[in-house]
């Protein structure tokens, strides 16, 4: 009787388990009928995908479910979108992929609802690794500064934090691993952390987004998309190498994937050294090196409704505070420095089931700085941060997506140096927001809400009576955001529509700071209030397969605006600011015009005009808003002929940026610049290994000039003279 139990629950297991199936084919070019390797073959339902080979053929196996749709995209190409419907075990297929003018249109990560880019409510700037490799860049806020709406608020080579329509510092949420990257990123002085090795790119979300991502994303969301395991049973092997000539600096990352039927892993080990850089002039600025050695692991696991991804990353880094010019390099060690010592681990879960998708990422950071002086640590902070996000996607009816989410920090700062700039002080965050997606035909609709609290507890510093006496703090903040958007299309031409408010608690900084921090005394202030704004965004974008023409305007008005203001005072020599706050509005917009005129295949031409306005109530200018800018670029892009497919680039950019006039009262104007810049490469095969080598050139004439949004313009200090960059990008397939 056991017997036929054991027997008959087997065969309703057996029964009931979905039917797995094979997938194969080829990949060629739809005009020369040459194969493609390394064409993303993607199963939307399972997440499984895998790239075609060097002879462009593809396999995947285990696939569940009789009908699956099927995507194939590759860098230059038209993406293909195919329904397949098993009506055996294994089916075969000829893809054929036609060239493609324009950019590429990727499925978006940052938006939740993982939509291809003509399908989102709201639009997303994307900067593929690809564009980074090829013009020789390692601090990704130089290279996010050539999107459309950015700019790039610097100190030097070595640090670099992204403005998103005149906002930056802790009003951009950077994401990394799937975490909210939390750096005391109050500080002009403060870098981002990130460098262009182990991410696949970057997408930044212009605007408040606060539904998604929480207090802090008042300005936007820049999310570093991590990169991908080797498809199944494959092993891929990868090394960039670059020299710098300005500053005779090196770079290099090497990476080493495996990935078995269920299991994946990965390596990656990143060194960077940048020895003082040259100003065109022939002089350094001293004390502008920087230093950077990483390490990254990751561990994957995947089955039918199951998959977990388990990252670590450690990265140490040194940078040099250069406040004088000189004869010749001195080094970070002849002045001041940071010191930066960065943990980073991260664990995603994705759960499929029959009623929905459920997928969690829990997190822990650490972040340890130190600003050195003569070898002792002036100031030594250490920043822990765990964080959980729980997002919960129920199965509901055709074209209706649902989002329902619940978001939680758990914050300690601990001070070990000489100087308590920020108190000993825990911080806990919470947030639940549900957000839903409705297509109505060419109509999209997108709406949403937030809840938001902040607890922040510190511990006094000093005693009563004493100049840095602070009293301890308890405070709790909350705050409701919300956003809804339409998105029409009517054959080529998409509009897009948005309103959305944001909310940001005020940090610690704000809140407390007392002592001398990037060049001058700061003094927080225990009683400001949280900022809030509301924004409306308006996109209108036109694309044919050989031109596309886009121009977006939003007006950004906000309540409560923090901002360092002077108190005319001084201590120690050094000018004493205070935290203030006011209402603002910011208003501004970009357009921009893509070009690729046939027959001339081979031949890009790209402009974009940006502008942007910040006022403070009775009308006075806000500090650190980016000049106008003008961005232009001519390239070229051929396919080359022969035993194996490749490609040549070249390209040629000229960016003008406008005179800095509508400045603060405590700014002075800046005179507008032109820079020219070029970069180009060759891709080619040997056997299964891909080469890319490539060589740009920066600021090509030696221009001197000082951006309005360097921080080293107190010091006269321009930015770095003609820099040739030699990279060399290897990958073992």
């Known amino acids: 009787m056991m017997k036929r139990i054991i027997w008959l629950v087997l065969i309703f297991v057996s029964a009931n388990l979905p039917a797995q199936y094979l997938l194969s084919g080829t990949v060629k070019d739809a005009k020369t009928g040459q194969t493609l ?30 009908a699956v749709d099927v995507r194939f995209s590759y860098v230059g190409y038209a993406p293909e979108k195919r329904h397949i419907v098993f009506d055996k075990k294994e089916k075969v297929l000829e893809v054929l992929l036609k060239e493609e003018a324009l950019q590429l249109d990727e499925v978006v990560v940052s938006t939740g609802f993982g939509k291809m880019q003509k399908d989102n409510v709201v639009k997303v700037a994307k900067l593929p690794l690809a564009d980074l ?102 092993f891929r092997a990868d090394f960039t190498g670059r020299f710098m000539s300005n500053t005779g600096g090196k770079f290099a990352t090497a990476g080493l994937k495996k990935s078995f039927e269920h299991t994946k892993f990965l390596f990656r080990t990143t060194y960077k050294h940048l020895p003082d850089f040259r100003l065109p002039d022939g002089r350094f600025a001293a004390g502008s090196e920087n230093k950077r050695l990483g390490y990254k692991l990751g561990f994957g696991y995947d089955k039918t409704r199951f998959s977990l991804d388990l990252r670590y990353q450690f990265n140490h880094g040194q940078n040099g505070l250069p406040h004088a010019v000189s004869p010749v390099r001195k080094g970070m060690y002849a002045g001041l420095y940071q010191d930066l010592t960065n943990h980073i681990a991260s664990l995603k879960t ?49 074209n209706f997506d649902l989002i329902i989410g619940w978001q939680a920090l758990a914050q300690t700062n601990l001070n070990a140096g000489q100087i308590i700039l920020l108190p000993d002080a825990k911080i806990f965050d919470n947030g639940l927001f549900v957000t839903a997606r409705k297509n109505y035909g060419n109509t999209v609709l997108q709406a949403g809400l937030r809840w938001d609290g902040r607890s922040i507890r510190t511990q006094s510093v000093g005693q009563a009576g004493d100049s ?54 700061q003094i927080g202030n225990k009683d400001l209030k949280n900022e809030k704004n509301i924004q409306t965004d308006v996109d209108l974008s036109y694309k044919t397969s050989h031109a596309e023409f886009f121009a977006e305007a939003y007006v950004n008005r906000i309540w409560h605006y923090i901002y360092l203001s002077p108190t005319g005072q001084q201590t120690a020599g050094f000018p004493v600011y205070r935290y203030e706050q006011s209402q603002a509005l910011l208003y501004g917009g970009e357009a921009g015009l893509h070009i690729h005129p046939h027959p001339w295949d081979w031949l890009h031409i790209r402009t974009v005009f940006q502008t942007v306005t910040g006022k403070r109530s009775g009308g006075t200018y806000l500090p650190l808003i980016p000049a106008d800018a003008w961005k232009n670029t001519v390239g070229l892009r051929f396919h080359g002929k022969g035993f194996r497919p490749a490609k040549y680039f070249f390209n040629l950019g000229w960016n003008y940026t406008f005179p800095a006039t509508h400045i603060s009262p405590f700014e002075d104007p800046r005179p507008g610049y032109a820079l020219v810049n070029l970069w180009g490469g060759a891709e080619f095969y040997g056997g299964k290994t891909k080469f890319l080598l ?33 990279s060399l990008n290897i990958v073992l397939h």
């Not at 100190?155 to 951009?172: A, D, E, F």
């Not at 952390?193 to 987004?209: N, T």
């Not at 709790?476 to 309103?499: D, H, I, P, T």
């Not at 050139?697 to 313009?713: A, D, E, K, Q």
């Open 37 to 66: 390797p390394g064409v993303t073959v993607y199963v939307i339902q399972t997440k499984q995908g895998t790239v075609t080979d060097l002879d462009g053929r593809f396999v995947l196996k285990n696939i569940p479910g009789k």
């Open 133 to 234: 490799t090829l013009k020789g860049i390692t601090n990704v806020s130089r290279g996010l500064a050539s999107l459309p709406g950015l700019a790039l608020l610097s100190t030097g080579t070595g640090i670099g934090k992204p403005v998103i329509h005149g906002l930056s510092r802790n009003r951009v949420v950077i994401y990394r691993q799937g975490l909210r990257l939390e750096n005391y990123q109050f500080g002009d002085e403060h870098g981002i952390g990130v460098d262009a090795s182990g991410i696949a790119g970057v997408e930044v979300i212009k605007g408040p987004a606060s539904l998604m991502y929480g207090s802090g994303a008042m300005g936007g969301v820049v999310y570093f998309v991590p990169e991908k395991f080797a498809p199944a049973n494959k």
């Open 350 to 398: 994705d759960w499929h089931g029959q009623t929905g998708k459920f997928i969690s990422t829990i997190g822990f950071t650490s972040h340890f700085r130190k600003l050195m002086h003569a070898d002792t640590a002036k100031i030594a902070m250490r920043l822990n941060t765990w964080t959980y996000d729980a997002r919960y996607y129920p199965s509901l009816k055709q």
């Open 468 to 521: 840095l006496y602070r009293p301890a703090l308890n405070k709790f903040l909350s705050g409701f955001s919300g956003s809804a958007g339409v998105k029409w299309q009517y054959e080529k031409l998409v509009l897009r529509g948005n309103v959305a408010s944001g909310f940001r608690a005020p940090g610690l900084a704000e809140l407390t700071a007392k002592g001398l921090h990037d060049m001058r005394y």
């Open 694 to 726: 490539s060589l740009s050139v920066r600021n090509l004439t030696n221009r001197t000039y000082i951006p309005h949004l360097s921080v080293l313009r107190e010091d006269d200090i321009p930015e770095p003279g003609k820099n040739i960059i030699l």
